[in-house]
């Protein structure tokens, strides 16, 4: 088993979706996760987990909190990956970000959402993974997101860049 980085969809943000990190880390260990940590409050478990962690831990959430959270996972390498694969300038790590989403689109549902409006702000997917840099940031956006994830069809987390490294240098020092 690998370590990696699981990512909860919208938990603990805008005062929705409570789920208190040290419960998160109890319930992951429950669930047969080792070496668990956090990372901020924002849904961001690290753990050696066993086969179909993701879908243990969705179902575990809802009945417990009684909602439902989608739930990425991607390894050191893969963010990595995301990271170097970045395909905007970068003038504020904080305006840029990778959605890591649960599966690759297709194609025709990429193309249909290139046909919503994003002003000055840009995105693109590379595989499982949709790159997007926010003129101004993500509280000021140009672009309305949630209709261009709607047309992707795959439900996916975004992190700003900060945030990636910060995993990546997470689970690095784990590693040693």
């Not at 009945?63 to 990956?81: C, H, N, P």
């Not at 990636?164 to 690095?172: G, H, S, W």
Request: proline fraction near 5%; hydrophobic fraction near 40%; aromatic fraction near 8%.
């Amino acid at each position: 088993m690998t370590r990696r980085a699981f990512l909860l969809r919208a938990v603990n943000v805008g005062g929705t979706a409570k789920l208190p990190t040290a419960e998160l880390r109890a319930l992951a260990e429950e669930l047969g996760a080792r070496d668990v940590a956090t990372y901020i409050a924002s849904g961001n478990l690290l753990a050696t987990a066993p086969a179909g962690f993701e879908k243990k831990l969705e179902s575990a959430i809802e009945e417990k909190y009684g909602f439902f959270r989608d739930i990425t996972s991607r390894t050191q390498a893969e963010l990595e990956a995301a990271l170097a694969a970045h395909p905007f300038e970068v003038d504020n790590p904080k305006y840029s970000y990778v959605t890591f989403l649960k599966e690759e689109p297709a194609q025709t549902a990429i193309n249909k959402a290139q046909t919503f409006a994003t002003g000055d702000d840009e995105w693109a997917v590379l595989g499982r993974d949709m790159h997007i840099r926010y003129a101004n940031g993500a509280g000021t956006p140009s672009m309305k997101i949630d209709p261009i994830m709607r047309a992707i069809g795959t439900p996916g987390t975004g992190r700003n860049l900060t945030t990636v490294q910060k995993l990546i240098d997470l689970l690095a020092a784990a590693g040693e």
